[in-house]
């Protein structure tokens, strides 16, 4: 989050198009309606049709619910009781699923977690107790409805110290705990980003002893496979910026220190059966947070011109890089 305020005066809220050899191509500029994003929203997480959401910033005025930006605009809000708190949430093929955590006193043993299943309209179609025993902070529904929560168990001086997960059924009961299968030694911290494909759930994981990731593959039985991906190391001049999924890719956003005479921002594929790197995609930024990786093309949002109060969601071409010449950044 700390970036994404840091380099907001970088990228120039404006998107006109600029011809530096190297065309920012806008296909669709759409004014948000309904909610504004005033807070610097960032953090969104993407259905398989382009539709944006994202929780409440700390301090912002959206309270107990999830907004969803659709690609021409509308915005809708999935609420929960003001007596709970978000934990996690992922978009359904009916909608969104929403993970909460009662903030009332209970007695022992009482269910203080419910999920709460939304259709596309933003109507509560249920809500269930959910028993677990870790503070989730990742989701993801797969196409059959079972949902696959990753967070952390234990502490040690208030950070944590061991991460683990469960799959729940279409029923949001538990069928499965699982651990990351990590050596004493390792210490892989888990992305709030989660996608689904082909019965399984992905999650990207950081190293905290090097500047590596890994790549979780968890299927739906709670087996996880881990793949060590062949991310650049970290430099002074590189600087990694975020990570989305979009169908079939886990892609990382990065942009060059100090480029001249314009930063841009690119995005390595790598592929989620294999790991390996498929391609690398570039565009001119041109707003203060990506919403969607959408492969050929991104969604960004910006402020409004002589506007500061509105927001548009601009759509951006994005163009083919050669992996000799990304590489040779």
């Known amino acids: 989050m700390r970036f994404r305020f840091a380099i907001s005066a970088l990228l120039c809220a404006c998107a006109l198009p600029i011809h530096l050899g190297y065309a920012q191509q806008i296909t669709r ?15 969104f997480r993407c259905d398989s049709e382009g539709q944006a959401y994202r929780m409440p910033a700390i301090g912002g005025r959206i309270d107990n619910s999830v907004m969803r930006v659709a690609r021409n605009g509308s915005t809708l809000l999935f609420k929960f009781p003001a007596e709970e708190n978000l934990q996690a949430y992922a978009p359904t093929n009916a909608g969104l699923a929403i993970l909460t955590v009662s903030t009332r006193m209970a007695p022992k043993d009482s269910p203080t977690n419910f999920m709460y299943r939304f259709d596309a309209q933003g109507n509560i179609m249920t809500r269930r107790p959910v028993s677990i025993h870790f503070r989730p902070s990742a989701m993801a529904v797969t196409s059959s409805g079972k949902a696959i929560l990753v967070g952390h168990s234990e502490y040690e001086s208030w950070l944590p110290t061991k991460y683990v997960g469960a799959v729940l059924d279409a029923d949001d009961q538990v069928v499965q705990n699982f651990d990351f299968p990590l050596t004493a030694t390792d210490t892989w911290t888990p992305n709030s ?14 190293s905290g002893k090097g500047p590596s990731y890994a790549l979780a593959t968890i299927s739906e039985s709670g087996h996880v496979d881990l793949k060590i991906l062949p991310v650049p190391p970290v430099s002074e001049k590189r600087h990694h910026n975020e990570w989305f999924f979009a169908p079939g890719v886990a892609v990382e956003e990065y942009h060059f220190v100090g480029e001249r005479p314009r930063v841009i921002f690119r995005f390595d594929e790598y592929d989620l059966s294999s790991g390996k790197k498929i391609r690398t995609r570039s565009t001119l930024p041109a707003g203060f947070a990506v919403g969607c990786y959408l492969g050929d093309e991104i969604t960004m949002f910006r402020r409004g011109r002589g506007e500061e109060s509105s927001t548009h969601l601009v759509t951006v071409k994005l163009e083919e890089e050669t992996l000799a010449g990304a590489a040779a950044k």
């Open 29 to 43: 500029d759409v004014l948000v309606s309904g909610v504004g994003l005033e807070d610097g929203a960032s953090g």
């Open 193 to 206: 980003q989660m996608s689904v494909g082909d019965g399984a759930a992905y999650l990207i994981l950081k």
